[in-house]
């Protein structure tokens, strides 16, 4: 497990330096071989390796890693951009299961976070957050996103989503049965995963809503 967690942290962190290995590799293996089709690999690993690369170590770590927590030390803005955000270089002390802490580095780039999306989410400096890593190479870390104070927060907030859009319908037509159906689906769905009085009177107050309306 640890030589697999050094190669994906080097394919993850050093997406120029792995197309290079990859060139001098199937190059080689093509000249030793007299088989010209051996090059043929080297780009669309090269592109998967660039877009995937941080994907599969996060799939990898998070699978068979053990949690720990790391705290991020240096947030460094890059002249770099990607979607038009400057990338940012991070410094990270991560706690061994001895206690003691080790550095490690990553990138906007490089992350790698858990659950897998469409979105980089780091946390802030100086602030504890869960990861996961193989004993014995703690360099190489998962972000658990959610799991993190800023991650409950940011799912919390999400969650509230469907009870806004809700609401707006319900006080543009009080009376339609639909609306006030949805505004207390949203409001259940809430309170079940986080619990909230003065949404429970609510519900219960749209229920009687709901009983008069015709």
Do not use: C
Request: glycine share 4%.
């Amino acid at each position: 497990m640890v030589t697999v967690s050094k190669i994906l942290f080097f394919t993850s962190h050093h997406g120029f330096y792995t197309v290079v290995f990859l060139f001098v590799f199937f190059v080689l293996l093509s000249f030793l071989t007299k088989k010209w089709w051996f090059l043929i690999p080297i780009i669309p690993l090269g592109i998967a390796n660039a877009f995937a690369g941080q994907f599969l170590n996060a799939w990898f770590l998070n699978k068979y890693g053990v949690e720990s927590t790391a705290i991020i030390t240096s947030d460094f803005e890059t002249n770099s951009t990607l979607n038009e955000q400057y990338i940012h270089d991070y410094e990270v002390i991560v706690k061994k299961q001895d206690g003691k802490f080790i550095d490690t580095f990553f990138s906007t780039m490089s992350a790698s976070i858990y659950p897998i999306e469409n979105a980089i989410r780091i946390p802030r400096v100086n602030q504890p957050f869960p990861v996961k890593f193989i004993p014995g190479f703690e360099k190489n870390i998962v972000i658990l996103y959610n799991q993190s104070e800023e991650g409950k927060k940011l799912l919390q907030y999400e969650k509230k989503a469907p009870i806004d859009a809700a609401k707006i319908k319900y006080e543009a037509d009080p009376t339609n049965k639909e609306f006030i159906k949805e505004y207390i689906a949203a409001l259940e769905d809430y309170v079940k995963l986080y619990g909230d009085e003065n949404y429970k009177t609510k519900i219960k107050e749209l229920q009687k809503e709901l009983e008069h309306v015709h």
